[in-house]
């Protein structure tokens, strides 16, 4: 039988109080409204994004000029790709292209959760690795890190993703490798968001750094790898989630905003921000291109605001009770 050492007593200690925590904090988020009503609209989007392919009455790339501008509840035939035909109602219209709202819509789902939480999820990563290590470390890790998150603060970044939209459009930059597309704005919002999760996470560990477990861990002998992601990290998890829930909706706004300006996601691809603009010329005759995608942005939008809101509420220590 081997015996206990300090080290796994306090691993034990370590382990325990953050499972109880989380349990805590978790009971905390789901008896919030607002997390709940933020909740229950993103696992519907979650569930029209993945099972799009079977909502998607017909193919959203599909165009047919003898459907141009029907209005929802309008019945159209279809001819398919074998030469049948199928009579179905569209239930939120055609564009001017005669393609199907309802469908491009579902798929635009897709898209805005994919360049949201994808994007944010690399932002993220990164800001957490570097601010950890600029508010553990101090000294000239600290300031080189803090001066090239002011470089990159500089950047107007919707000029920049401008710029490479309009440069790029045609035959993409570096031989094809940066075109308009999902990847060029996964870059760009990891590009301009991780600064803030970065500061965030550098004060909240320049004052978690001389706590007294940090202390003790320092005296057991663990090492600089072990303190910053074992004792830490864990204990940002709740401000790194709340803040990351926030940036999502602003990442959505900021994919359609540049979808909009014609240098996000290029057509036949559907996007919101691309219907949106696309629908503006055509409005006073065929306002449902503009409302349906402006209401499922806005949905999603206000959802990931109202889980935000409720987790920020939920986890903060000075409201929880």
Same mark, same amino acid.
């Given at each position: 039988?081997?015996?206990?050492?300090?080290?796994?007593?306090?691993?034990?200690?370590?382990?325990?109080?953050?499972?109880?925590?989380?349990?805590?904090?978790?009971?905390?988020?789901?008896? $919030?409204?607002?997390?709940?009503?933020?909740?229950?609209?993103?696992?519907?989007?979650?569930?029209?994004?993945?099972?799009?392919?079977?909502?998607?009455?017909?193919?959203?790339?599909?165009?047919?000029?003898?459907?141009? $501008?029907?209005?929802?509840?309008?019945?159209?035939?279809?001819?398919?790709?074998?030469?049948?035909?199928?009579?179905?109602?569209?239930? +939120?219209?055609?564009?001017?292209?005669?393609?199907?709202?309802?469908?491009?819509?579902?798929?635009?789902?897709?898209?805005?959760?994919?360049?949201?939480?994808?994007?944010?999820?690399?932002?993220?990563?990164?800001?957490?690795?570097?601010?950890? +290590?600029?508010?553990?470390?101090?000294?000239?890790?600290?300031? /080189?890190?803090?001066?090239?998150?002011?470089?990159?603060?500089?950047?107007?970044?919707?000029?920049?993703?401008?710029?490479?939209?309009?440069?790029?459009?045609?035959?993409?930059? =570096? #031989?094809?490798?940066?075109?308009?597309?999902?990847?060029?704005?996964?870059?760009?919002?990891?590009?301009?968001?991780?600064?803030?999760?970065?500061?965030?996470?550098?004060?909240?560990?320049?004052?978690?750094?001389?706590?007294?477990?940090?202390?003790?861990?320092?005296?057991?002998?663990? #090492?600089?790898?072990?303190? +910053?992601?074992?004792?830490?990290?864990?204990?940002?998890? /709740?401000?790194?989630?709340?803040?990351?829930?926030?940036?999502?909706?602003?990442?959505?706004?900021?994919?359609?905003?540049? #979808?909009?300006?014609?240098?996000?996601?290029?057509?036949?691809?559907? #996007?919101?921000?691309?219907?949106?603009?696309?629908?503006?010329?055509?409005?006073?005759? /065929?306002?449902?291109? +503009?409302?349906?995608?402006?209401?499922?942005? =806005?949905?999603?939008?206000?959802?990931?605001?109202?889980?935000?809101?409720?987790?920020?509420?939920?986890? $903060?220590?000075?409201?929880?009770?």
């Amino acid at each position: 039988m081997s015996a206990t050492t300090p080290e796994d007593i306090v691993d034990s200690a370590a382990i325990a109080s953050a499972s109880t925590k989380r349990r805590s904090l978790f009971a905390l988020a789901v008896r $919030n409204t607002s997390v709940i009503f933020g909740g229950a609209i993103l696992i519907v989007m979650l569930a029209i994004a993945l099972l799009a392919p079977f909502l998607g009455t017909v193919d959203p790339t599909r165009i047919d000029p003898a459907a141009r $501008n029907k209005k929802p509840g309008t019945e159209i035939t279809f001819r398919l790709e074998d030469g049948k035909t199928v009579t179905r109602t569209v239930l +939120m219209g055609t564009d001017s292209l005669g393609r199907d709202v309802y469908s491009r819509v579902i798929y635009g789902t897709r898209v805005s959760l994919i360049v949201g939480v994808v994007g944010t999820s690399i932002a993220t990563f990164i800001g957490v690795t570097l601010g950890v +290590m600029a508010g553990f470390f101090r000294g000239w890790v600290d300031t /080189a890190l803090s001066r090239i998150t002011d470089v990159v603060l500089s950047v107007p970044i919707l000029l920049l993703g401008l710029g490479i939209g309009a440069a790029c459009s045609v035959r993409g930059c =570096l #031989s094809g490798a940066i075109q308009p597309g999902v990847r060029e704005l996964l870059f760009l919002i990891a590009f301009a968001t991780w600064t803030y999760i970065f500061r965030i996470v550098r004060g909240l560990v320049l004052s978690m750094r001389e706590r007294e477990f940090v202390e003790a861990s320092r005296a057991l002998g663990a #090492s600089n790898a072990r303190i +910053m992601f074992r004792e830490i990290l864990p204990n940002l998890i /709740a401000p790194i989630i709340v803040y990351a829930t926030l940036l999502i909706p602003l990442n959505i706004l900021f994919e359609a905003a540049l #979808s909009f300006l014609g240098v996000g996601i290029r057509p036949p691809t559907a #996007s919101w921000g691309q219907m949106i603009a696309a629908a503006t010329p055509i409005f006073n005759t /065929a306002w449902w291109y +503009m409302v349906f995608p402006g209401i499922a942005l =806005l949905l999603t939008v206000l959802a990931f605001n109202l889980l935000g809101d409720g987790l920020q509420d939920a986890l $903060n220590p000075r409201t929880a009770r």
